[in-house]
């Protein structure tokens, strides 16, 4: 009798089938089963969006899967997911474990390794876990920013509008444009005004050349004069006039007895008195000092 029947053979088939199966689904699931990993335990209180088969990364790079949750009926609050993490990693006291998803809405869990590289944590020993605030989170709570925000979006969009259709501002633009214009205008004078300065710059500085020229001439004759000579000279007239006025100032000469000489003053302007007494009377009575007739006969 044949071991190997065909009944026989249907059953290994199946058997194979489900073992194949089953390996098959782990694997989707990213459970490693042929591999010697190392059980953690990560505590939470809230697994929004973490199940099993959920993957763990460490700095960005995958070292382990959530291999199940384990939930306390008794204690909500006492959340236990247990990690299956690669045997080479060691994790240092102080590591966490965070809940992060991305855009697409794929959760992972996130290892956050403590301080100390060298004091680690035992195989099977329980961290602490939390979760991330992701981006969808962080838009979230500022939703009530926004809604602060609005009435005064409003009153902005309103004031906008108002200064939009105030004629002021179209009469603004007008004028800019007519600004604009002008500003054109004179640069192309300023640019016309450019191209004359540059051909007469040439001109210019030929004049300037035959100023400089002249200018060098005229130094070459002041340094041909004898200045030690016109010094002399200069000394020797400020010395006359020190003597001349020095005998002004003394009773010697002419001048310097008028200058010096009340009596001799006060003679003068009794002279010029009596000079302006005589010319009165003369003008009065001329009779008394001329006397002539045209037949030669004097009048009593």
Do not use: C, W
């Not at 054109?184 to 030929?206: D, F, I, K, W």
């Not at 000394?235 to 010096?260: K, P």
């Amino acid at each position: 009798m044949k071991f190997l029947t065909n009944e026989v053979k249907i059953a290994l088939v199946a058997i194979v089938g489900v073992v194949i199966l089953y390996f098959g689904m782990q694997f989707l699931k990213g459970l490693t089963l042929l591999s010697s990993d190392n059980n953690y335990y990560a505590r939470f209180d809230d697994v929004s969006g973490l199940s099993a088969s959920s993957p763990v990364y460490a700095n960005g790079y995958r070292v382990g899967v959530v291999e199940r949750i384990n939930y306390d009926y008794s204690d909500p609050k006492n959340i236990v997911a247990v990690m299956g993490l690669d045997s080479k990693l060691s994790l240092p006291k102080g590591t966490t474990a965070e809940i992060s998803s991305d855009l697409l809405g794929n959760v992972k869990l996130e290892l956050k390794f403590g301080p100390n590289p060298v004091d680690l944590i035992d195989k099977g020993d329980t961290i602490l876990g939390g979760t991330q605030q992701g981006l969808m989170a962080k838009a979230g709570n500022m939703i009530p920013q926004v809604e602060k925000m609005l009435p005064k979006l409003d009153s902005i969009l309103a004031s906008l509008n108002t200064l939009l259709a105030d004629p002021a501002l179209s009469n603004s633009l007008h004028n800019i444009d007519a600004i604009t214009s002008n500003l054109t205008t004179t640069t192309h004078e300023l640019n016309q005004l450019s191209a004359s300065l540059n051909h007469q710059v040439p001109q210019m500085l030929t004049k300037a050349d035959g100023v400089l020229t002249n200018t060098e001439g005229l130094t070459s004759k002041l340094n041909a004069l004898d200045f030690a000579s016109t010094m002399q000279k200069v000394d020797a007239t400020m010395q006359n006039v020190e003597q001349v006025t020095a005998r002004l100032n003394s009773n010697e000469g002419t001048l310097g007895l008028l200058m010096r000489d009340p009596g001799l003053y006060n003679h003068m302007n009794a002279t010029m008195q009596s000079a302006d007494s005589l010319l009165i009377d003369l003008r009065q009575h001329p009779k008394r000092y001329v006397h002539f007739s045209i037949f030669g006969k004097k009048d009593n």
